[in-house]
Nanobody, 112 residues
Framework: VQLQASGGGLVQAGGSLRLSCAASGFIFRFNAMGWYRQAPGKQRELVGTITSGGSANYSASVEGRFIITRDYKKNTVYLQMNNLKPEDTAVYYC???????WGQGTQVTVSS
């Protein structure tokens, strides 16, 4: 199993980024996926999830700003992040839910 996260970077507050997580080594369409983040000195937290059927749920801190989608042809899950805030600064990880399969993380830094 491989989960390759990409798309992180430095953005100003109010800006947008789209993260990607390319999956391989398992049947993507049968698996729910999740995005997590870990800020310096803090525990890793759930950002949101998407079911195998494409229904997404979000944590309260990102609801209305972030959107999770998936592309079944590309075996990729996306995290569209809008109206970014400095408190969104973290390393973002994708995960195949209900397993110990994690991506390597991609850094997102939001400047004020």
């Amino acid at each position: 199993v491989q989960l390759q996260a990409s798309g992180g970077g430095l953005v100003q507050a109010g800006g947008s980024l789209r993260l990607s997580c390319a999956a391989s080594g398992f049947i993507f369409r049968f698996n729910a996926m999740g995005w997590y983040r870990q800020a310096p000195g803090k525990q890793r937290e759930l950002v949101g999830t998407i079911t195998s059927g494409g229904s997404a749920n979000y944590s309260a801190s990102v609801e209305g700003r972030f959107i999770i989608t998936r592309d079944y042809k590309k075996n990729t899950v996306y995290l569209q992040m809008n109206n970014l805030k400095p408190e969104d600064t973290a390393v973002y990880y994708c995960r195949r839910l209900a397993t110990s399969d994690w991506g390597q993380g991609t850094q997102v830094t939001v400047s004020s």
